[in-house]
């Protein structure tokens, strides 16, 4: 069965602190791995990696994967409170058409 | 573009009685997703269609759930009869091809008392 796991569940931090969030995963066919944010409603689409060592990064956050260990991480650079959201790690399967979610992790950040 | 649109927003609805809830993917998208958000058991897919043909429903929790994509631009989920532990948010997702990232709609929250 098809693993995804987010660490840490949840994560305290103030304005301006750096935060990494970890995601780990075991899946049969692997294609991307896709990062979310989830406030108070949908899921929006922060980024999608598919290949190893590449960073991707937009504004404050950046995200890299690593195929060899099975993980992925989402940095976020000097914290503002707009940022307190629930984020969540995905993994897209070979065909491209099943996304299996960890269990997210919550950061909260105070002013 | 109006993106992934859902309704109800809110659904409160006694045990037993039948639920319908709607989505109308975003134009032009061919694949829709059904997922379920509960904090026991986080986000779970339940059912997606690829140019409105039912590909897999083995997220489905049982025969009291069934989902219907009659066109391009519409999909239902249905319970039939609904139970308290369906409580929970319903997103609808699309995407333009399969691979692509997906679009949530802003889910209905469902109570089943």
């Known amino acids: 069965e098809d693993k995804v796991v987010q660490s840490p569940l949840s994560l305290v931090v103030h304005e301006g602190d750096t935060v990494t969030l970890n995601c780990s995963y075991e899946?049969?066919?692997?294609?991307?791995l896709l990062w979310y944010k989830q406030e108070k409603k949908a899921p929006t689409f922060l980024f999608m990696l598919t290949s190893s060592g590449i960073e991707k990064k937009s504004g404050r956050l950046s995200s890299i994967l690593d195929k060899k260990e099975l993980f992925s991480i989402l940095n976020i650079t000097a914290t503002q409170t707009g940022d307190s959201a629930v984020y969540l790690c995905a993994v897209l399967n070979n065909a491209g058409n099943m996304l299996t979610f960890g269990g997210g992790t919550r950061l909260m950040v105070k002013p | 573009d109006a993106g992934v649109i859902q309704s109800p927003r809110h659904e409160v609805t006694e045990m037993g009685q039948e639920v319908t809830l709607r989505c109308k993917p975003i134009?032009?998208?061919?694949?829709l997703f059904w997922y379920r958000q509960t904090m026991m058991r986080g986000l779970e897919l339940l059912i997606y269609f690829n140019n409105n043909v039912p590909i897999d429903d083995s997220g489905m929790p049982e025969d009291r759930f069934s989902a219907k994509m009659p066109n391009a631009s519409f999909s239902t989920l249905k319970i039939q009869p609904s139970e308290p532990r369906d409580s929970a948010v319903y997103f609808c997702?699309?995407?333009?091809?399969?691979?692509?990232?997906?679009?949530f709609g802003p889910g209905t929250r469902l109570t089943v008392l």
């Open positions: 134009s032009g998208h061919n694949s």
């Open positions: 899946v049969t066919n692997f294609r991307s």
């Open positions: 997702a699309s995407t333009l091809q399969q691979g692509n990232e997906q679009f």
